[in-house]
Nanobody, 121 residues
Framework: QVQLVESGGGLVQAGGSLRLSCAAS????????MGWFRQVPGKQRELVAT???????NYADSVKGRFTISRDNAKNTVYLQMNSLKLEDTAVYYC???????????????WGQGTQVTVSS
C-alpha cells in the first residue's frame, strides 16, 4: 500500500507565498506523473499542476507564472511553490501520484488526504 502525506498548507495573506510538499511512502518501484489538484466546497476538484518523471510540467492557466511544481524522484516527493497568492487560490490542495506496478503492468493512482490553503485579504 502506498501513502501520500502532504504538508505546508496554512493561512497566508494575499500576495504571500507557501510551499506544499507531498511524500509518497510504501513499496514503490517507480512513480509516473505526480500532481497537485485543489477543491473548494461545492465545486469539482481541479488540476493545478502536474509533473512527469522526466520533469515535464503542466499548469492550469490560473496559476501559470505564480506556481512552480517540482519533484525529487529519489525521495518520491513532489513540491508546489505558490507565490503571489490570491484570494481565489483558497482551497484544499490534494497531491496525486501514479505508481507503476508490474505483473501485471499497470499504473495505480493514489491521493493524499489534502491540506488547507487559505488566502486572506
Amino acid at each position: 500500500q502506498v501513502q501520500l502525506v502532504e504538508s505546508g498548507g496554512g493561512l497566508v495573506q494575499a500576495g504571500g507565498s507557501l510551499r506544499l510538499s507531498c511524500a509518497a511512502s510504501g513499496v514503490i518501484f517507480s512513480i509516473n506523473a505526480m500532481g497537485w489538484f485543489r477543491q473548494v466546497p461545492g465545486k469539482q476538484r481541479e488540476l493545478v499542476a502536474t509533473i512527469t518523471a522526466g520533469g515535464t510540467t503542466n499548469y492550469a492557466d490560473s496559476v501559470k507564472g505564480r506556481f512552480t511544481i517540482s519533484r525529487d524522484n529519489a525521495k518520491n516527493t513532489v513540491y508546489l511553490q505558490m507565490n503571489s497568492l490570491k484570494l481565489e487560490d483558497t482551497a484544499v490542495y490534494y497531491c496525486n501520484a501514479g505508481v507503476v506496478y508490474y505483473n501485471p503492468s499497470r499504473v495505480q493512482s493514489y491521493w493524499g488526504q489534502g491540506t488547507q490553503v487559505t488566502v486572506s485579504s
